[in-house]
Structures are given as C-alpha cells and as structure tokens.
C-alpha cells in the first residue's frame, strides 16, 4: 500500500487538469478542422454571401470548444476556470494552425474578438460539462 502525501496528491490532481485541458483541445482543434472542410465544401457547393462565413467560423469555434469541453472536463471543480483556459488556448491553437496552413499571420482586433468569444464559450462550456457529470 502506498501512502500519498498531501503535496504528491495535489501534483497528481494538477497533472489530471492539465491532461483534461491537452485532451479537450486535441479533440476541439480536430473537430474545427473537420468542420472547416465541410464548411468550405458547403461554400463551394451553395452560395453564401461574404459576410455570412465568419459568422459561420465563430460558430464553429464554438461548437469545437464546446465539444472538447463535454468529452474532456471530467473532474468536479472550476469547470467554468478549466473551460475557460480551453476555449483561450483553442483560439490561440487554432490561430497558430490556421496561420500556418495559410503562410499568413495576421494580428487584429478580429484575434481580440477571438480570443474574448473563445474564453467566454469555453467559459460555458466548462460549466456545462462539470454539472453534466454529477447527475
């Protein structure tokens, strides 16, 4: 039998929290990219106005973190800290991949907003995963 002290139990809970937050990032970024694809095929296929695609990112943003959150937050407490930190390193993740794929880094108030609707869905996200799993 193996005895824990109380500092070992808290390195072992913090580690548990940031592998909840790698894994709900993972599993948001894939789901943005395959969401990004069938959105793309959907612009090619139909005719959408201009300004309704970013719209439809953001929503997509959104649904990606919302999906990593739900499949990822399992622990009980901060779910609404946990999501938020998922939702900003979302964005900033995505920004970095989709940056790259297109040679293009482009910095703006439009990241700003990113980043603010990221956190706040994240934020929401979070809280609705944590109370998903008590009942």
């Known amino acids: 039998m193996r005895i824990f002290t109380k500092k070992q139990r808290t390195v072992e809970r913090d580690r548990g929290y940031v592998f909840e937050i790698v894994k709900?990032?993972?599993?948001?970024?894939?789901?943005?990219?395959?969401?990004?694809?069938?959105s793309a095929l959907i612009v090619k296929i139909f005719v959408v106005s201009d300004s309704a695609?970013?719209?439809?990112?953001?929503?997509?943003?959104s649904i990606s973190i919302f999906i990593g959150c739900?499949?990822?937050?399992?622990?009980?407490?901060?779910g609404w800290l946990r999501g938020l930190i998922c939702g900003f390193t979302f964005v900033w993740l995505s920004f970095l991949v989709f940056s790259t794929l297109d040679s293009r880094f482009l910095f703006g108030l439009s990241l700003f907003n990113d980043c603010v609707l990221g956190a706040l869905a994240g934020m929401i996200s979070?809280?609705?995963?944590?109370?998903i799993r008590k009942h």
């Open 126 to 131: 979070g809280i609705i995963a944590v109370n």
């Open 53 to 61: 695609i970013p719209i439809m990112n953001q929503v997509i943003k």
């Open 24 to 38: 709900a990032n993972i599993i948001a970024l894939i789901t943005a990219l395959i969401a990004i694809l069938i």
């Open 70 to 78: 739900i499949f990822s937050l399992k622990k009980p407490n901060n």
